[in-house]
């Protein structure tokens, strides 16, 4: 069964130091792999999504994944965090190829210090 | 862009009692997921909807406590019933949407709180 484990359910950086948010997954089958975030009292926004193409992934706000088959890894890294970038992110995996349902990490949360 | 929408935003309600929560995507899709969401918690899939079968559930939810609809290829409802305290989460519903239905949207969520 495939799953994902995020390290990590708060990382507090300061504003203008690289984010760097870890996902593990488990899979047996070449995955398909995605980050969201959820702002506060929102739903989810993709960030960007990792479907066997090129392994390093550009998302929206500047945030890019890389895909280390060999460390089963996806961490999401932004180079400078801004304030607006607080809230909690989501690493998840879906099993059942793109179209298929997800499943998701327990979230790490996101806080930006001025 | 592909939108997704859930009414009601959001609802506080009685135990004992039943909601209806209504996902409207604007474009056909084959599948649609309920998912929930509870207070501090990561999302869990309860079902997957297709249109024109019955929905399939996952470990822990059963058809009594959350019955699905999909009568067509646009729109689903979930009915959270016999409420309890417990049920108290956001419940959010997706589709895969896209030029090739490659990627997992999410509608914003309905917050449910029951007292």
């Known amino acids: 069964a495939q799953s994902v484990t995020q390290l990590g359910s708060h990382v507090s950086v300061s504003e203008g130091a690289l984010v760097l948010l870890r996902c593990n997954y488990s899979?047996?089958?070449?995955?398909?792999l995605f980050w969201y975030v959820q702002y506060p009292n929102q739903g989810l926004q993709l960030l960007l999504k990792y479907t066997s193409a090129a392994t390093l992934v550009k998302g929206i706000n500047g945030f890019e994944a890389e895909f280390k088959k060999s460390e089963t890894s996806f961490h999401l890294t932004k180079p400078s965090a801004h304030m607006s970038d607080a809230a909690e992110y989501f690493c998840?995996?879906?099993?059942?190829?793109?179209?298929?349902?997800?499943?998701f990490g327990k979230g790490t949360k996101l806080s930006v210090k001025p | 862009s592909a939108v997704i929408s859930q009414k009601p935003s959001r609802d506080i309600c009685q135990r004992g009692t039943s909601l209806t929560i209504q996902c409207q995507v604007d474009s056909q899709v084959t599948m649609m997921f309920w998912y929930r969401q509870q207070p501090g918690q990561s999302l869990t899939l309860i079902a997957t909807?297709?249109?024109?079968?019955?929905?399939?559930?996952e470990s822990g939810f059963v058809i009594d406590k959350f019955p699905i609809s999909r009568p067509n290829l646009t729109f689903s409802t979930l009915t959270v019933s016999n409420m309890s305290p417990e049920d108290s989460s956001i419940y959010l519903c997706?589709?895969?949407?896209?030029?090739?239905?490659?990627?997992?949207?999410f509608g914003p969520g309905t917050r449910l709180l029951v007292l």
């Open positions: 899979s047996s089958v070449p995955p398909y």
């Open positions: 997706s589709a895969p949407l896209g030029v090739y239905q490659e990627t997992q949207y």
């Open positions: 998840a995996v879906s099993p059942g190829g793109s179209q298929g349902n997800l499943i």
């Open positions: 909807a297709n249109q024109g079968s019955e929905a399939t559930y």
